[in-house]
């Protein structure tokens, strides 16, 4: 079965520090990957997408996100981080044989210090 | 970008009662609309898929008859939650594809209803 892993479920970074949000998948094929932010009470905000091609994303607000087949991940980063950056950040999964129902993970609640 | 739009944003109601979540697609056409749900601290979880004109797909352990999803035009798709319990209590949250795109597009969110059954 599909499943996406974000081990890490609360980080907190300085303000101006780098950061990486690390995801892993398992799933039979190529992926659809996505990255989503969550304020407090809201939806989600597509960050970032994978589908094909190059292997390194850029998406909106200066995160970027690395696809790497090898070791199943596409852990997300910045080089640095903004106080306004503080949310939940949620990698997922692309199902394309279910109309490509998304799979989530749990979720990294990132906390930025001043 | 496209705009997904729900209603209510919040929604308080007496347990026993039935509650109408709307999730419209405000500048696109959607064939496809997902639901999820959203508990407090936890991951979203796909509820079901809804097709325009066709039943909705529930994933398992999903029961269809308490979450009745309704997708009757390209651009609406509402969820009923039928009896309402304390234990239905949470975020719930619909996605939509806009229509003709391959699958690899992506789904648009709305920006959620908080539901609370007291």
């Known amino acids: 079965a599909q499943s996406v892993t974000q081990p890490d479920i609360h980080i907190t970074v300085s303000e101006g520090a780098s950061l990486e949000l690390r995801c892993n998948y398992s799933?039979?094929?190529?992926?659809?990957l996505f990255w989503y932010v969550q304020s407090p009470g809201q939806g989600l905000q597509l960050l970032l997408k994978?589908?094909?091609?190059?292997?390194l994303v850029q998406g909106i607000k200066g995160f970027e996100a690395e696809f790497k087949r090898s070791q199943s991940s596409f852990n997300l980063r910045k080089p640095s981080v903004h106080w306004s950056d503080a949310a939940e950040y949620f990698c997922?999964?692309?199902?394309?044989?279910?109309?490509?129902?998304?799979?989530f993970g749990a979720g990294t609640i990132l906390r930025v210090k001043s | 970008g496209a705009v997904v739009s729900q209603h209510p944003s919040r929604v308080i109601c007496k347990s026993g009662t039935s509650v109408k979540i709307e999730c419209r697609s405000l500048?696109?056409?959607?064939?496809?609309m997902f639901w999820y749900r959203q508990f407090p601290k936890q991951s979203l979880m796909l509820m079901a898929t809804?097709?325009?004109?066709?039943?909705?797909?529930?994933e398992q352990g999903v029961e269809k008859d308490k979450f009745l999803i309704n997708h009757a035009s390209l651009t609406l798709s509402t969820l009923t939650v039928t009896s309402a319990h304390p234990e239905d209590s949470s975020f719930y949250i619909c996605?939509?594809?806009?229509?003709?795109?391959?699958?690899?597009?992506?789904?648009?969110f709305g920006q959620g209803t908080r539901l609370t059954v007291v």
């Open positions: 996605s939509a594809r806009p229509m003709g795109q391959r699958l690899n597009t992506e789904a648009f």
């Open positions: 799933y039979g094929a190529t992926p659809y």
């Open positions: 994978y589908f094909s091609g190059d292997t």
């Open positions: 997922a999964v692309g199902i394309p044989e279910y109309g490509n129902k998304l799979v």
């Open positions: 500048d696109f056409q959607a064939t496809t």
């Open positions: 809804s097709n325009e004109g066709s039943k909705a797909t529930y």
